[in-house]
């Protein structure tokens, strides 16, 4: 793990591109939008990919597009909501740098994503999402930290994320 490096997982509507923006400013670090990557890697929206390709493609996609991003550092990476549900993007994540999982309630989810445009595929059956929740939280837990993104507000997250890693400085050996 390297702390040059932040990535940001949890579900939809969990506050990630609020965070790694609030992040970002405060770091002065480059802040990257995964679903941003893969939409301009691919040339199509996400919805457009899972409603043409299907999701195995969106997420061949998505891998691919954390391995592009692989090389930069210095970076905060919003990933999308099942980006740290497969097991080879939680070992490359967790390898390259550090996971934050923004932990949040399902009913807080929920009524943010009740007025979601249609541009999440999988936000539009409550009930099945509610089963996504429950059926990724076991991945979420093995993020490195984990943030309680349902109290606090982004700025204690930032400052939380930014202790963290002024922590970890402080431990690892001088070169
Ligand atoms: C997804 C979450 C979305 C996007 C895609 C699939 C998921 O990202 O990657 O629609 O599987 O939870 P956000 O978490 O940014 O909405």
């Known amino acids: 793990m390297r702390a040059d490096k ?3 997982v949890g579900f939809m509507g969990a506050g990630k ?3 790694a923006a609030a ?3 405060r770091l002065r670090w480059r802040v990257d939008d995964l679903d941003a990557v893969i939409e301009r890697r691919e040339g199509a929206r996400v919805s457009e990919i899972f ?3 299907g999701e195995a493609s969106f997420r061949t996609a998505e891998h691919a597009a954390l391995r592009a991003l692989l090389p930069v ?4 990476i919003a990933t999308g909501g099942g980006a740290f549900a497969s097991a080879a993007n939680r070992a490359l994540i967790n390898e390259d ?3 934050f999982w923004l932990d949040v309630s399902f009913d807080r989810v929920a009524s943010r994503l ?3 445009d249609g541009r999440r595929p999988l ?3 409550l009930g099945a999402m509610e089963r996504l929740f429950q059926a990724r939280l076991p991945s979420y837990q093995q993020a490195r930290v984990r943030l309680d993104a349902e109290h606090a507000t982004t700025d204690a997250l930032v400052q939380h994320v930014v202790d963290w890693l002024g922590g970890q400085e402080a431990s690892s050996p001088s070169p």
């Open 6 to 8: 932040i990535y940001l």
């Open 17 to 19: 591109t609020t965070l």
């Open 23 to 25: 992040l970002g400013a």
């Open 51 to 53: 409603a043409t390709q």
């Open 73 to 76: 550092r210095h970076t905060v």
């Open 97 to 99: 740098g550090a996971s």
């Open 114 to 116: 009740r007025a979601d």
């Open 123 to 125: 936000a539009a059956d």
